[in-house]
């Protein structure tokens, strides 16, 4: 297993800061699937260590919280993928893929993710280990171990020999860039305010390689690709251009009273009040104008669902996304657009107005080849 500490090490990180990795395998294959973001981090109030405060995050996306965006680039193709707004993501996919129950394993715990918020209050106050000698109690801060949803933790063999592994020979050094989230994006709660914050120690970006038999193999990668933009008012007419080739595009909402606001979540998705007809428009790959019109609000699910399914989120399922009231649009294009040269034109007819508008999260999915 490899173990990568930042370029720009030093002893503690906060919101802004990033977390510059470059993984070096000369004569390997990096397994793909296989990369880990761990770490340790503290959640402070006035500089001290949490007690009674009403402090937390996401439980359905823990860890990743922390996390604002994610860049990877190889040396020899350059960058593949810049994710941002990358803890919405996780909301968005959690909300249709899990069900409370689906929290307590241990492949979730290692996340900080759990069933409730109330759980994550408590966590975030600390570890303390059972005492072993009288008067002896320690709080330490929080380890972490993330499995992150990008194009490295995406990939599958396109060549049918499930030879999962890029070759340096083929990628160079691949240099992975994480951005730390702001505080209010991060955690919300009561008590949150302006002396609130957090440290991460120890970050370090693991994987596992084998060595390079020369084997020539074909891999494909989900990327993904986000962009935001605001509804405010009862006919809102969208567009939106990307730099991504898109198969599918899913969008979660929140108020924006709330956005990044220190008593609500900030990934929350959020149903838009009684929309009553959806209209997506784009050109296809001959430039024939597509559209798509949906009335129904069985149908707005069902197209929700259908998106995901197409990112990749095969679990994906209506009564989860119910459950979870994890509310959302989308549409499945049928074949890859380009973005970059089409634009996608989204209009929507509901109950919003100019007094309460809502921000709208386009989260775009697409595959590369490498």
Not at 44 to 62: M, R, Y
Not at 66 to 74: D, N, P
Not at 269 to 287: A, G, M, V, Y
Request: aromatic share 8%.
């Amino acid at each position: 297993m490899h173990s990568v500490i930042p370029e720009n090490s030093k002893s503690s990180y906060t919101e802004y800061n990033l977390l510059d990795f470059v993984c070096s395998f000369p004569t390997r294959k990096m397994l793909t699937n296989t990369c880990r973001l761990s770490f340790d981090v503290r959640v402070l109030q006035n500089n001290v260590v949490l007690s009674t405060e009403d402090i937390k995050f996401s439980s359905a996306v823990g860890g990743h919280n922390f996390i604002e965006g994610i860049t990877t680039q190889l040396a020899s193709a350059g960058q593949i993928e810049s994710l941002h707004n990358y803890p919405r993501q996780i909301s968005m996919v959690a909300g249709a893929t899990k069900d409370i129950n689906d929290y307590n394993n241990a492949m979730m715990a290692c996340e900080l993710r759990s069933s409730d918020e109330i759980y994550t209050a408590i966590q975030l106050r600390g570890e303390t280990p059972k005492q072993r000698v009288a008067n002896s109690a320690v709080n330490l801060d929080n380890s972490v171990s993330l499995k992150p949803m990008f194009c490295l933790n995406r990939a599958t063999s396109a060549d049918g020999s499930g030879d999962l592994g890029v070759s340096y020979a083929k990628s160079g050094n691949v240099r992975v860039t994480f951005q730390l989230a702001r505080f209010y994006d991060a955690l919300f709660g009561a008590d949150v305010d302006a002396t609130t914050s957090y440290v991460i120690k120890n970050p370090r970006l693991e994987f596992l390689s084998v060595p390079d038999d020369g084997v020539k193999n074909a891999l494909q990668m989900r990327v993904s690709h986000s962009i935001t933009q605001v509804v405010n008012s009862s006919l809102s007419n969208l567009g939106l251009k990307a730099s991504v080739i898109a198969d599918a595009c899913s969008v979660s909402f929140l108020q924006q009273s709330r956005q990044s606001q220190p008593q609500f979540d900030n990934t929350a998705c959020e149903q838009l009040p009684n929309i009553s007809r959806l209209d997506f428009n784009w050109n296809n790959s001959t430039n024939q104008g597509v559209t798509y019109t949906i009335k129904d609000n069985v149908e707005i699910a069902q197209r929700y669902l259908e998106s995901l399914k197409t990112a990749g989120h095969n679990a994906a399922s209506l009564p989860v996304i119910s459950a979870n009231k994890n509310a959302g649009i989308g549409v499945t294009f049928g074949i890859p657009i380009d973005l970059s040269k089409t634009m996608l034109n989204v209009a929507i007819t509901s109950e919003v107005n100019a007094a309460r508008p809502y921000t709208a999260s386009f989260l775009f999915s697409g595959i590369i080849n490498l």
